[in-house]
């Protein structure tokens, strides 16, 4: 167990939808990472928070947003979903966002768009 | 821009004999390494990271990885294989410099299959 903890673990969900993904860093963790993980795409990064500020941008659509607040935990938010954003969503913290920092990953969630 | 590819897509390796689960990489600076096993439906483990120092790193479970700076390298091993490292291995690498991208970037995984 990393210490890092999401909610929900899956998600069903219709095309259109809007849904939002909830992550709760390690303790004293104040760096959030988000990633997709796709069969095709792979692993990729979405977005990384640092004591509620964005510190760097990946891969993200523009229909998803992210915010970390001021308990640290972080939320993601998929808008105007669509049949490829299916993938497993993780999330992932650090002490203080550093480059050489290990990442420690949590369960994920698993979105499924119908 | 960053890069990481893991050359084989599924290792298979009889239970005892060594395993190895290759990795290459691509920074503009110098390379922070890691690797990481993820069991089916679970989250990513960390097994070890390169960050300077001696090229041979120690991880957990024991696994290995030798940092080969002139072969842009960082190969996972161990010496004895078990049915439990059946699993999906990914490489990761982020740059070290400032002017390098600030993401960890994964490569696709490699399947690693434990053969009793």
């Known amino acids: 167990d990393s210490g890092v903890t999401q909610t929900p673990k899956h998600l069903i969900t219709a095309t259109g939808q809007r849904v939002t993904l909830r992550c709760s860093p390690r303790s004293g963790d104040l760096s959030v990472y988000w990633y997709q993980q796709s069969l095709d795409q792979g692993l990729q990064f979405l977005i990384q928070?640092?004591?509620?500020?964005?510190?760097a941008k990946g891969n993200i659509l523009e229909r998803f947003s992210a915010q970390q607040f001021p308990d640290l935990h972080s939320e993601l938010n998929l808008s105007s979903l669509e049949l490829g954003d299916s993938a497993l969503y993780f999330c992932a913290s650090s002490p203080l966002g550093g480059r050489q920092e290990t990442q420690y990953f949590g369960p994920g969630t698993r979105l499924l768009v119908l | 821009a960053q890069s990481v590819a893991q050359p084989e897509d599924q290792v298979n390796v009889a239970e005892g004999n060594p395993l190895t689960v290759k990795c290459t990489y691509s920074?503009?600076?110098?390379?922070?390494l890691f690797w990481y096993v993820q069991y089916p439906n679970r989250g990513l483990q960390f097994l070890l990271k390169y960050i300077t120092g001696d090229n041979l790193v120690k991880g957990s479970y024991g696994f290995e990885a030798e940092f080969n700076k002139s072969q842009t390298s960082f190969h996972l091993k161990k010496p004895s294989a078990l049915v439990s490292d059946s699993a999906l291995y990914f490489c990761?690498?982020?740059?070290?410099?400032?002017?390098?991208?600030?993401?960890?970037?994964f490569g696709k995984g490699t399947k690693l299959s434990v053969i009793p």
């Open positions: 990761a690498v982020r740059d070290n410099s400032g002017a390098g991208s600030y993401q960890l970037t």
């Open positions: 928070y640092y004591n509620g500020e964005e510190r």
């Open positions: 920074v503009s600076g110098n390379p922070y």
